[in-house]
T-cell receptor, first 111, second 117 residues
Framework: DQQVKQNSPSLSVQEGRISILNCDYT??????FLWYKKYPAEGPTFLIS?????DKNEDGRFTVFLNKSAKHLSLHIVPSQPGDSAVYFC??????????FGGGTRLMVKP | DTGVSQDPRHKITKRGQNVTFRCDPI?????LYWYRQTLGQGPEFLTY????????KSRLLSDRFSAERPKGSFSTLEIQRTEQGDSAMYLC???????????????FGPGTRLTVT
């Protein structure tokens, strides 16, 4: 049972435009969500997080939106840059802070 | 802050051999986690430690997998009698202890890529 799903395996965006990466979850007990970015041959790097008491969190070019009723979150990157090209994972911790990850979305930003 | 380090970065072994991976967490972090990532998938949780105590190990994939953190600092993950299906990236992460219920992000190492031939 996949509790965290990223239904788009890949996304291609033009440099300077907005990238929107989506994530759905099924476990209503999740109350905190994180986004990680991963380059090839490297470990995941923490990007941004959001608590369920908020519906938006912004950090520079990155904004995460949370829709609890829909069990959906999204990561917006504006403006997108070629260096943003990577695989993006959403994740949620359980009570013991063990992370459940989605399958990832490969973002390609074209110059 | 030198970050989380893992050794080796790559390991090629023959089926049936035992392998051991090492993880050195960020020095002030007392929580250490192991994950496995296969191609096209997100990382999958295996086990974690708080200091030297292994608090969750039911997600280890089989009894061939074991992990230790003897002095609450570095950790090792051992796979005995490796199988081709064990080929994957093994990731280690660390974090501070959760305070007041606040979730704290985990910092990942570069991973050890295991290939079983």
């Amino acid at each position: 049972d996949q509790q965290v799903k990223q239904n788009s395996p890949s996304l291609s965006v033009q440099e300077g435009r907005i990238s929107i990466l989506n994530c759905d979850y099924t476990n209503s007990m999740f109350d905190y969500f994180l986004w990680y970015k991963k380059y090839p041959a490297e470990g995941p790097t923490f990007l941004i997080s959001i608590s369920s008491i908020k519906d938006k969190n912004e950090d520079g070019r990155f904004t995460v939106f949370l829709n609890k009723s829909a069990k959906h979150l999204s990561l917006h990157i504006v403006p997108s840059q070629p260096g943003d090209s990577a695989v993006y994972f959403c994740a949620a911790p359980n009570a013991g802070n063990m992370l459940t990850f989605g399958g990832g979305t490969r973002l390609m930003v074209k110059p | 802050d030198t970050g989380v380090s893992q050794d080796p970065r790559h390991k090629i072994t023959k089926r049936g051999q035992n392998v051991t991976f090492r993880c050195d967490p960020i020095s002030e972090h007392n929580r250490l986690y192991w994950y496995r990532q296969t191609l096209g998938q997100g990382p999958e949780f295996l086990t974690y430690f708080q200091n030297e105590a292994q608090l969750e190990k039911s997600r280890l994939l089989s009894d061939r997998f074991s992990a230790e953190r003897p002095k609450g600092s570095f950790s090792t993950l051992e796979i005995q009698r490796t199988e081709q299906g064990d080929s994957a990236m093994y990731l280690c992460a660390s974090s501070s202890e959760i305070i007041g219920g606040a979730k704290l992000e985990q910092y990942f190492g570069p991973g050890t890529r295991l290939t079983v031939t």
